[in-house]
C-alpha cells in the first residue's frame, strides 16, 4: 500500500515569506499527486495535482508544486506567504491503476505570522 | 456545476443509536468515496462506491457501511454509535475517468456522539 509522509505537522512562517511544505510518498511507481487545503470546519479544496507531462504544476492561490520522481517527492510552495494562506495542507496520492483509491498525508498546518 | 454537498452538516447523537449521512455528488461524478477525520488519526479513508458498487473498502468494522443509488447519491450507515466515532464525516466524488481521479470534496458532516 502507498503511504505519504508529510515532515512537520505545524510549520510557522512570516507573511511575505516563502512557504514550504513537503511531501513524500512511497511506491516506487509514481502515482497521481494532489495538494488539498482545508480552512477550518470546511471540506478539502484541490489546489493543484500531478498526472503526467510538466513537472512543476501550478495551482490556485500562488501555489505551485514540483514532482520529483528521483526523491518521491512532491513538495508544495508559494514565493510570499499571505495571512489568508493560514489553514491545514494534505497531500495525496492515488494509484495509477483507476480503481480511485486515495491515501492522504497527515497534514501540515500552516501559520501566518504578520 | 454545483459542488458536492452532505447532509445534515451537523449531528448530536448518543451511543448505541445509529446515523444515516448523505451525500449528493457533482452532477456526472459517478464516484463516492467517504472519510473520517479526526484530530487523532487524520482522514482515513472509509469505502468508495462506484455504479452502486462498493469498489474499495478501508479498514473499519462492519458497523460502518454504505451504498450508493442509481444516481451517484450515496449514504452512510454508522450502527452502535461509540464514542470515537465522534468526528467530521467527509464525502467526495470523482468523474473515476481515466486520468482524471481527482476527488471534489463537500463541507463535511460533523458527527458528536455523546
Known amino acids: 500500500a502507498q503511504s505519504v509522509t508529510q515532515l512537520g505537522s505545524h510549520v510557522s512562517v512570516s507573511e511575505g515569506a516563502l512557504v514550504l511544505l513537503r511531501c513524500n510518498y512511497s511506491?516506487?511507481?509514481?502515482?497521481?499527486l494532489f495538494w488539498y487545503v482545508q480552512y477550518p470546519n470546511q471540506g478539502l479544496q484541490l489546489l493543484l495535482k500531478?498526472?503526467?507531462?510538466?513537472?512543476l504544476v501550478k495551482g490556485i492561490n500562488g501555489f505551485e508544486a514540483e514532482f520529483k520522481k528521483s526523491e518521491t517527492s512532491f513538495h508544495l510552495t508559494k514565493p510570499s506567504a499571505h495571512m489568508s494562506d493560514a489553514a491545514e495542507y494534505f497531500c495525496?496520492?492515488?494509484?495509477?491503476?483507476?480503481?480511485?483509491?486515495?491515501?492522504f498525508g497527515s497534514g501540515t498546518k500552516l501559520n501566518v505570522k504578520p | 456545476k454545483a459542488g458536492v454537498t452532505q447532509t445534515p452538516r451537523y449531528l448530536i447523537k448518543t451511543r448505541g443509536q445509529q446515523v444515516t449521512l448523505s451525500c449528493s455528488p457533482i452532477?456526472?461524478?459517478?464516484?463516492v468515496s467517504w472519510y473520517q477525520q479526526t484530530p487523532g488519526q487524520g482522514l482515513q479513508f472509509l469505502f468508495e462506491?462506484?455504479?452502486?458498487?462498493?469498489?474499495n473498502k478501508g479498514n473499519f468494522p462492519g458497523r460502518f457501511s454504505g451504498r450508493q443509488f442509481s444516481n451517484s447519491r450515496s449514504e452512510m450507515n454508522v450502527s452502535t454509535l461509540e464514542l470515537g466515532d465522534s468526528a467530521l464525516y467527509l464525502c467526495?466524488?470523482?468523474?473515476?475517468?481515466?486520468?482524471?481521479?481527482?476527488?471534489?470534496f463537500g463541507p463535511g458532516t460533523r458527527l458528536l456522539v455523546l
Open positions: 467526495a466524488s470523482s468523474p473515476a475517468t481515466a486520468g482524471e481521479e481527482t476527488q471534489y
Open positions: 511506491s516506487s511507481v509514481p502515482p497521481y
Open positions: 500531478y498526472t503526467t507531462g510538466a513537472t
Open positions: 495525496a496520492v492515488s494509484d495509477r491503476n483507476g480503481f480511485n483509491k486515495f491515501y
Open positions: 452532477s456526472g461524478h459517478r464516484s
Open positions: 462506491y462506484f455504479s452502486e458498487t462498493q469498489r
